[in-house]
DNA sequence: CATGAATGAGGCTTCATTCAT
DNA sequence: GATGAATGAAGCCTCATTCAT
């Protein structure tokens, strides 16, 4: 779960030229994400969601093309501070295993945090896939190009990275779904043990 | 994923009598897996799998209670399927790795047979989330049992049983998601061997 | 005012096939009609339509693609009606001028008997230009050809066809407009006569 | 097309006083009549208008009282403008029939060189009826006194003099519409002088 | 069993207008 | 004079569901 910075734009956005503005834009998105994090996209109504920030229903339109435009910025603002977080925290690692027993962790926390929003994405499968398959491609990119290097260092098995790359996220978003989004607790660190030692020397003998 | 058989049954579903109404029902339940799996069931209404199932609307209550049903009944028939086919293929296997390997083989093939019926499932966490549950911890507990007992033996390492099936199905769905789902091929065998030889052991070396 | 016949196929139609079904569409296109030739297209909306037909809102898009398919049905129905009626009323016309003679006669009495009917065409410009062009120019077509035969007779003095055909098709809509329209009235037999008469002599004496 | 002078009034506007204010009322009119005639008045939003007028939606009414206040201005304007030129140019015509030749001359320039602004005079119909036939009340009354005039002096032939006017009124839109609007060219010279003989000499003969 | 017309609540979105700055 | 955020009523349309035939 290494990944690299980025920058996002949004032309279905309208960004606010006054204060008042962007504080309404901030609670529009705020309870969206509340919203779409409890309820699921499909049933959360722009009403719902205007009625929870507190403002009228057109003045969702002032700042947001239409319901998916939503969406897709929680989705990009989730893309990219999750990355940046993982980035920032996996910095200083010594070896490729540090950096993913720190990055798996700092994965876990993020979730734990957003809790709600983490789940959205899931969901973007659902209502945007282009925007799902861009999100995981993104993060995979980075991720292939690290597994590569550590690979050049002799740190990682002679696998193909790819391969690799999405065994990892897919332990990491399983297992965060499992204790995180079912439990709402924080992944044991028993189970977390578990995970780094599985991942490091895996878990079947032969014989 | 190893899971064992296991019988379902649903009150919300009318079983026709007559075999005119047997092919009704399956012409209708055909239409939806197709739409679902296609648009996602949210952008999928009761018109349109009756249009595609080349009956009038009101046919689709006289089987089903309500749109959900049918979500549900193909879920449900999916899981069945899924469980027995895995169950059959592994039957004879000498090793718990062996187990694993004949295991993930099957899932892929069923995934790219069944492509648009395994991707309702993931939808299942937005449109019935107790179901998406039961449906992971049905195919968690069974596998947990087979590893604990594989443990016994000595198969497996000191791992959090728990813990390395959510691992294992992590990587399962996301392998099938990336090159079956996505890509709409099989698993590549270079991908295929690379996963096996990373579950049994491990990835990343120290120094 | 001398057309021929013609058929119309409306593809954002759907065609009830029951009898309630057809009393239903009957109502519904009879209300529109009486709304849009009331207060224009744009100050109607599908809920007075529905709420004047006496049904749901919802029963509207059964039979009706959206808002825009009932105005052309109408001025379909229109365009198809009236060049019937004249191209009857016409047919034992000894001399062009008797058809002349006839045709406005059927004109201006199908404009007194669908008043508002008839209003509607000249909104077409602005809810669908296409539409009120092809009505114009499927009328102008058929005129046009009436004339140039009625030239070859020595009938029609030696005018461009076109240029004759849109001025007679002005004369009759601004008559229309101005006695049966706006007076609601019959257009009086003294101006009835005084047409006939400007456009068989003309109404300029050089000195 | 012969029609007199006349000065209006509309307390609905608020006439500027600074240099900046006049310009801003113009930047809105005109913004305000692209629009109109581009795309009508119901599809022509306030906003779109004081987009394209590059200026706050807040500012429009600090000139205009509410949307149908510029539609009436343009209209006005459009009236007031048309009428001065046709009366200008018809100024020193000898004859009755050479004041016809000049006022449709006259006229047909006009819609050229105002195309959209002559297609919104059409749309009147459906904004303010009362507008549009006080505009076409004002146009025949005093092209009814022209004719009356000249039928006092033996250059016009014995007919209704507004049924008369009102088949001139009608010519010349058809016409207009025909080649103007619909084609965006000047109205053929061929046309315009079959159009000449046509209301001199008419058209039809009797056997 | 099957039909298909009918329902009506509710969702998304637009837009004329107001008003505090 | 000008701004632009905010309003909220109202419009168009969808769709799960019911029911008489």
């Known amino acids: 779960m290494v990944v690299d910075n980025e920058v996002f734009v949004l032309e279905e956005i309208n960004l606010p030229k006054t204060n008042r503005g962007q504080?309404?834009?901030?609670?529009?998105?705020?309870?969206?994400?509340?919203?779409?994090?409890?309820?699921?996209?499909y049933n959360t109504s722009i009403t719902d969601i205007t009625h929870k920030a507190d403002v009228a229903p057109g003045t969702f339109y002032i700042y947001f093309k239409d319901k998916k435009s939503v969406f897709r910025f929680l989705v990009e603002e989730l893309s990219h501070t999750l990355r940046r977080e993982i980035a920032i925290a996996v910095r200083d690692c010594k070896t490729r295993f540090d950096a993913e027993y720190v990055g798996f962790r700092t994965f876990f926390n993020f979730v734990k945090k957003h809790r709600g929003l983490y789940k959205i994405i899931w969901e973007a499968q659902f209502v945007d896939d282009k925007l799902f398959r861009e999100y995981y491609s993104k993060v995979a990119d980075g991720y292939i190009e690290g597994i590569k290097q550590a690979q050049a260092k002799g740190e990682v098995g002679d696998l193909d990275p790819e391969a690799l790359v999405y065994c990892l996220i897919g332990i990491?978003?399983?297992?965060?779904?499992?204790?995180?989004?079912w439990e709402n607790k924080e992944v044991p660190e028993e189970v977390f043990e578990s995970i780094m030692r599985f991942i490091k020397a895996g878990a079947f003998k032969d014989k």
Chains 1, 2, 3, 4 share one sequence.
């Open 172 to 181: 990491s978003n399983f297992i965060g779904l499992r204790w995180v989004i």
């Open 23 to 41: 504080e309404t834009l901030a609670k529009i998105s705020k309870a969206a994400e509340d919203l779409f994090s409890k309820k699921g996209y």
